[in-house]
């Protein structure tokens, strides 16, 4: 499904990073970033313009070719990684920041990693999650229709046991964020540190 929502020349998300990985990326340490899913590499680019050694791991060959892509148009760089989560085991006490945008995944898989993300963090290391919230059902502006795929804030905080909170928030916002994430939408916000 991946390769084929990214195969068209346009990106699909967008070429801009997330607004919310904007307005907190400095609260990551400098050093090695892991962002999980990140598709077409419109965050791991980012990151890796303000100077983060950026891996980037989805399980999309054809989004990761387009992150290249983004990257030396940037003229940054970031080391793709062609990995499904469910083999992808995260480093322990690796990294310095662990990036989690719209990475929506069966509840299993989600406790999985998420808890090899708390894991992987070096101390005084952040994971930042973006996600479409159980309300988002109610709106046409992306993410899963399916509501284990949803969790709520305190699911979330629960697999993300070993973490302190700098923010955990539900709200609604307006995204705009290419064709398949734009208009108002429930979301989860997290910026937690180890």
């Not at 967008?14 to 400098?30: H, K, T, W, Y």
């Amino acid at each position: 499904m991946w390769d084929e929502r990214f195969s068209g020349l346009e990106y699909v998300y967008g070429r801009e990073p997330n607004d919310f990985l904007v307005a907190i990326a400095s609260q990551i340490p400098q050093g090695k970033v892991l962002c999980l899913a990140d598709g077409e590499g419109r965050n791991g680019t980012y990151l890796a313009s303000l100077g983060y050694e950026v891996f980037a791991v989805d399980q999309s060959i054809v989004g990761l070719e387009k992150a290249q892509k983004l990257a030396q148009e940037k003229q940054v760089r970031i080391t793709s990684i062609h990995a499904d989560l469910t083999d992808f085991i995260i480093e322990s006490q690796a990294w310095d920041g662990v990036v989690s945008i719209f990475c929506h995944l069966p509840p299993e898989l989600r406790l999985k990693v998420h808890r090899q993300a708390v894991q992987g963090l070096k101390p005084n290391g952040v994971f930042i999650l973006e996600a479409f919230a159980p309300e988002q059902l109610q709106y046409s502006t992306g993410g899963p229709k399916n509501i284990e795929m949803l969790p709520n804030l305190s699911t979330l905080q629960q697999e993300l046991t070993g973490l302190n909170w700098e923010i955990a928030r539900s709200l609604e916002r307006d995204l705009n964020e290419g064709q398949y994430h734009n208009g108002k939408a429930a979301v989860i916000q997290i910026l937690g540190r180890k």
